[in-house]
């Protein structure tokens, strides 16, 4: 691996420490006992810092130049792209049952909350009746149909690893947050790959939810 590959690795690995770091339950009780008049504004400074992170590796991703290890064409090219365009045609479907201002901080900003947890109660959403992260999923399809580089296919490696670890690490705080119900959730639907032989009716994933409110 040549010297600005290396670079970028570790570029890509210290923005995934960062991310890990502030989204961790640790840093967000540490801020919520001994600086509580932050925590109304926690989730927009890190949604904020993860963003512009993130701007100069990916400037560094593009500033390499190499040429591509692989190219669409044909028929090839009308599957990548379809299948790109029904990932993010997925994404805008899912947000109909995402809290918006939540997700972004904004809610909290507005309520002045000082809570650690990011909800109250378990929601499952019809793409999570299928995969426990479907944006990660969805994310993984946009990756993967693009046509890559050498950095660009670190990146790739990387984002993808991160995905599979960090949702790990994320479901550790649903435990917390949400006890044995995210426990059977967790059991009965796959994490980043749909199955067919693994998924939760429209009832079950309502009788979970259900659970999780009566808890």
């Known amino acids: 691996m040549n010297t600005?590959?290396?670079?970028?690795?570790?570029?890509?690995?210290?923005?995934?420490a960062l991310h890990s770091l502030l989204a961790g339950l640790p840093i967000k009780r540490w801020v919520?006992?001994?600086?509580?008049?932050?925590?109304?504004a926690y989730r927009l400074v890190y949604n904020t810092v993860a963003v512009l992170a993130l701007l100069p590796v990916?400037?560094?991703?593009?500033?390499?130049d190499a040429p591509p290890l692989w190219q669409w064409h044909g028929w090839q090219a009308w599957v990548a792209n379809g299948?790109?365009?029904?990932?993010?045609?997925?994404?805008?479907?899912?947000?109909?049952?995402?809290?918006?201002?939540?997700?972004?901080?904004?809610?909290?900003?507005r309520e002045r909350?000082?809570?650690v947890e990011d909800q109250e109660k378990l929601h499952i959403s019809p793409m999570h009746r299928f995969v426990r992260h479907p944006w990660y999923s969805l994310g993984l399809v946009l990756i993967w149909t693009r046509e890559l580089n050498a950095p660009l296919l670190l990146g790739a490696i990387a984002i993808s690893l991160y995905f599979a670890?960090?949702?790990?690490?994320?479901?550790?705080k649903l435990i917390c947050y949400h006890g044995d119900a995210y426990r059977q959730y967790r059991a009965r639907v796959p994490g980043l790959i749909p199955l067919p032989w693994r998924w939760l009716s429209a009832a079950d994933a309502e009788k979970l939810v259900n659970t999780d409110a009566s808890a």
């Open 58 to 64: 990916l400037w560094l991703s593009y500033a390499i």
């Open 83 to 109: 299948l790109a365009m029904l990932a993010l045609l997925g994404f805008l479907w899912s947000t109909r049952w995402y809290d918006g201002s939540e997700f972004l901080g904004l809610r909290q900003w």
């Open 165 to 172: 670890i960090g949702s790990r690490l994320e479901e550790r």
């Open 113 to 115: 909350a000082c809570r």
């Open 4 to 16: 600005p590959l290396i670079v970028l690795l570790i570029a890509w690995l210290a923005y995934f």
């Open 32 to 40: 919520a006992t001994q600086h509580a008049a932050w925590m109304p």
